[in-house]
């Protein structure tokens, strides 16, 4: 037997009995941040692939979408700091060792970029819209001409944000469940993944919701390609990962984990896209919610299991 | 300067002086604690081991508290105390997720607290209030780079442990066995 208590009374807020520093705010955050990240990416790629017009909704129309994205979820992460007047603080230093540091900076850089973006198609899909000052109109020129570099700025920037929203986490090393490098292209591809899902359910072009479908199909195998290896690793690691793991299989989150995240979200709508592009008729907002429902609950499993896992001593 | 702390777990008897000390010279607020008491029993009856630990942050040499901090809130200080500068801290909580021993909290006031070591008392050559108080005179505080502190006397003489080594923190917190 081993029995360890604290004797003295310890109850600090949001640190014991189990740790729970971080509640909705933070999962929220990181699925809205992948979420961008992933409809970004795809309009960058569209557009430097020369097939904005042939997926103009995805080039054109969803990126306006996601200033809003990215501002709610900065708006939650406001939300989650303990010390808020002093937030600007974030910006007042470069941390390289720190990925918050990375993900306050890259979010700087992302959510202007989204909105210059939009911007420079307004007028195309608005023809009534007026910038009113001159200098806008230059500026809109400047940008149009050199929409490629904007592109290609937009496209790198995409994949450190969805990586980013898993190496935040996974750089705790305190928290065996987090301490996996997997969690950072698992967590890039389930945002390029409900990137894509949201992309097949508003868009009105056939083509291109076969075409986001398939995409759709190609990501999930790849997210459960990396949980599968997530789990390997933990098994074969040490006892606190091999602990951690067993909270999954097994403990407490098995079943949230298995049917919510891996069932609901990942098998039964691959299955759902598999069967419509058989050529039966699935109405595409079921797979999408799926997709975007398991999307989230990943981000919200991982980041409540993550608190509860942690070293024995 | 290494600042360091040894607590003799054969000396303490947890009385839990420290963690009163603690809370009224660094007016920590009601129902927190930077220090606490850890009572482990080991073995299968009648053959049960006691250990008696008192803890508080490490003070890691390879603290992922100040690595992961955004702002450079966190941060090493003279003789490599782990400190937070109150109004950079935004209280993202990131420093608090980062420590293996739990040892820090979002204080009230927003920003997040720890164990300074009595940094304030150190700079005037006194001890920590917890060394301070104790009734057993289980803790020895002092500069591992000095071979004649306390605490290097102790480390000298006795076998020792730190707490988590594998999680590669370097704590500062050694436990006499």
Partial sequence: ?313 | MRYAMAVDTKKCVGCSDCVVACQTENNVPIGYCRDWIVEVTDGTYPQLELEIRSERCNHCANSPCVRCCPTGASHYSDGGIVLVTHDMCIGCGACIASCPYDARYPHPDGYVDKCTFCMHRVEKGQKPACVEVCPTKCMYFGDLDDPNSEVSKVLKKRKFKTLIPEAGTKPQLYFLI
């Avoid at chain 1, 809003?68 to 989650?80: E, M, N, R, S, W």
């Avoid at chain 1, 058989?278 to 799926?290: C, F, M, Q, S, T």
């Fill in chain 1, 1 to 313: 037997m081993n029995e360890e208590l604290i004797v003295s009374g310890r109850m600090n807020y949001k640190v014991d009995p189990t740790l729970h520093i971080w509640g909705w705010e933070i999962p929220l955050y990181l699925f809205l941040g992948g979420l961008a990240a992933g409809i970004l990416f795809f309009a960058a790629l569209y557009y430097l692939r020369g097939k904005e017009n042939q997926y103009q909704f995805a080039v054109k129309w969803i990126p306006m979408y996601t200033p809003f994205f990215l501002i709610i979820g900065l708006g939650a992460l406001f939300l989650d700091l303990h010390h808020k007047l002093y937030f600007w603080r974030l910006y007042t230093s470069i941390k390289l060792q720190s990925p918050m540091s990375w993900g306050a900076w890259t979010l700087m850089v992302v959510t202007p970029l989204s909105m210059v973006w939009s911007a420079t198609y307004v007028r195309e899909l608005y023809p009534k819209w007026d910038w009113k000052l001159k200098w806008i109109f230059d500026l809109e020129t400047f940008l149009i001409k050199n929409r490629r570099t904007l592109a290609w700025i937009m496209i790198v920037y995409a994949v450190i944000l969805g990586t980013y929203t898993g190496i935040l986490l996974s750089a705790f090393n305190s928290r065996p469940l987090w301490n996996t490098s997997i969690l950072g292209p698992l967590f890039l591809v389930s945002g390029l993944s409900a990137g894509a899902a949201m992309i097949m359910m508003l868009s009105k072009n056939p083509a291109e919701r076969t075409k986001f479908s398939q995409i759709d199909l190609l990501l999930i195998a790849i997210e459960l390609t990396l949980i599968i290896h997530m789990f390997m690793g933990f098994r074969a690691s040490t006892q606190v990962q091999i602990d951690a793991a067993a909270m999954f299989l097994g403990g407490p989150y098995t079943l949230p984990f298995w049917v919510f995240v891996v069932f609901m979200g990942m098998i039964l709508p691959a299955f759902l896209e598999f069967w419509e592009l058989k050529g039966n008729h699935i109405p595409a907002y079921i797979p999408g919610v799926l997709i975007i429902f398991g999307s989230i609950m990943l981000r919200f499993i991982i980041v409540y299991a993550g608190q509860a896992s942690r070293y024995l001593y």
